[in-house]
């Protein structure tokens, strides 16, 4: 381990930092790590949890890209070709639908997939329930 054999001490903290820096904080590396995973990232199914996990995916690496200063307009033409290519038939025609001239921004294709998987969601008959917070509330209620 990089940091093994420092005694606990506030003048090796430093010390430790820089070693965890030099060896887990090479930028470059870690943005061509995340734009190699989002390249890679498995094509789903037409199910509602196939498709929530790529796009939860998707999302993840997309900000972390963007935690690391690499903003959409600088990949974002190029990702929207690898997304929609990974995206099963039935989901792209409903896309099409939305866009028809197939121009997509990053952005705008970000938010239309959550759009269609939460259709999806609504008509798999999912439903949802909150914790029943009125039982809670009438718990503590002084009437």
């Not at 470059?28 to 996990?53: D, E, F, G, N």
């Not at 938010?111 to 949802?128: C, M, T, V």
Request: proline share 3%.
């Amino acid at each position: 381990m990089t940091v093994e054999g420092f005694a606990l001490t506030n003048a090796n903290y430093t010390r430790a930092v820089e070693l965890l820096r030099e060896r887990y904080g090479q930028n470059c590396k870690i943005i061509h790590a995340t734009m190699q995973a989002l390249l890679k990232l498995p094509v789903p199914s037409s199910s509602v949890a196939s498709l929530r996990a790529f796009c939860d995916r998707m999302e993840s690496y997309i900000r972390g890209l963007e935690s690391l200063g690499q903003h959409h307009d600088m990949y974002g033409s190029l990702l929207v070709q690898v997304v929609l290519e990974k995206l099963p038939v039935d989901i792209r025609r409903n896309l099409a639908r939305v866009n028809v001239n197939n121009d997509w921004q990053l952005h705008d294709l970000r938010r239309a997939i959550n759009k269609e998987i939460s259709i999806l969601e609504i008509g798999s008959g999912r439903s949802y329930t909150l914790p029943d917070v009125t039982t809670t509330a009438q718990q503590h209620s002084f009437i």
